[in-house]
């Protein structure tokens, strides 16, 4: 899979021609071992219908293997996307309960809370670079700790509903924060897509090989087939990676709050701010 997605971070099409070769690859392979077998076997009608058995099993499998390597990859895009609009929402949150707090105190913390929402904005839409995501990490951590010590400090002086309320919420958002990144960083198991590629290739080189048995092979049609297999391998590699290719993380949520935070804190006439 680390190979897969080496390939993808330069350009999709790349991983796709790489993949369109080797199934181009294969299918030569397997046409000239049927060719071969056709001129050898006396019987070559009886070879090409067990062949066809083989053939019909091989891409049944793939067709298996595919649909649930899809289905995985499509549920970790749903699992980032519903994390991102947890941590979102989490973070609207903590900063209501902050600006209910009231005082230098929770403008403090809700001040940082803005900060920590445009910090979020950048880690999610950031491309797949190991120092600039060091760096945000660094960021996120950073002010993580600031808010944090600076909850502790009032939950210590003022130790009301109002604290412990806030308390809770940054604790969420903060759990939020690990969730989110482990769904970022973790893949698939390495076995399905190695396998799925290598059925992909057994199978098509069982197609060659029974379009030389019987000598009948149709190369425009074959190379729509490979080339449908292909796009459906990259998606699947698109949709479990979260940083390389054109399905990437959705900030919505992340800028939707924050234009929420424009608005700041209305009061109603005649209560006084904390």
């Not at 209910?100 to 809370?113: D, R, S, T």
Request: proline content about 4%; some cysteine; hydrophobic content about 50%.
């Amino acid at each position: 899979m680390h190979t897969l997605i080496e390939i993808a971070r330069v350009h999709l099409l790349l991983l796709g021609f790489a993949l369109l070769a080797c199934q181009l690859l294969g299918l030569f392979i397997g046409w000239r071992l049927g060719l071969a077998a056709r001129r050898r076997a006396a019987e070559h009608q009886q070879v090409a219908e067990g062949i066809g058995v083989v053939v019909g099993g091989l891409l049944g499998l793939l067709a298996f293997i595919l649909g649930l390597s899809l289905s995985m990859a499509e549920g970790r895009y749903q699992e980032r996307r519903h994390l991102g609009l947890q941590e979102a929402n989490a973070i609207g949150t903590a900063w209501l309960r902050a600006h209910a707090l009231g005082g230098v105190e929770g403008q403090a913390i809700a001040a940082e809370l803005e900060g920590y929402m445009r910090q979020r904005i950048a880690w999610v839409v950031s491309a797949q670079r190991a120092e600039e995501l060091a760096t945000l990490n660094t960021q996120t951590g950073a002010a993580q700790a600031r808010m944090w010590g600076q909850a502790t400090a009032l939950a210590r002086a003022k130790p009301d509903a109002f604290s412990v309320s806030l308390i809770n919420a940054l604790n969420e958002t903060f759990d939020l924060a690990t969730s989110q990144r482990y769904a970022y960083e973790s893949r698939m198991p390495p076995e399905l897509p190695w396998l799925l590629l290598g059925l992909t290739v057994l199978g098509v080189g069982a197609i060659g090989y029974q379009g030389g048995v019987k000598d009948n092979l149709v190369p425009s049609v074959t190379l729509v087939l490979l080339t449908a297999w292909s796009a459906c391998i990259v998606l699947i590699v698109d949709l479990a990676t979260a940083r390389a290719g054109l399905v990437r993380g959705d900030p919505a949520p992340y800028q939707w709050t924050l234009e929420g935070f424009s608005g700041g804190l209305v009061l109603p006439p005649g209560v006084a701010p904390r």
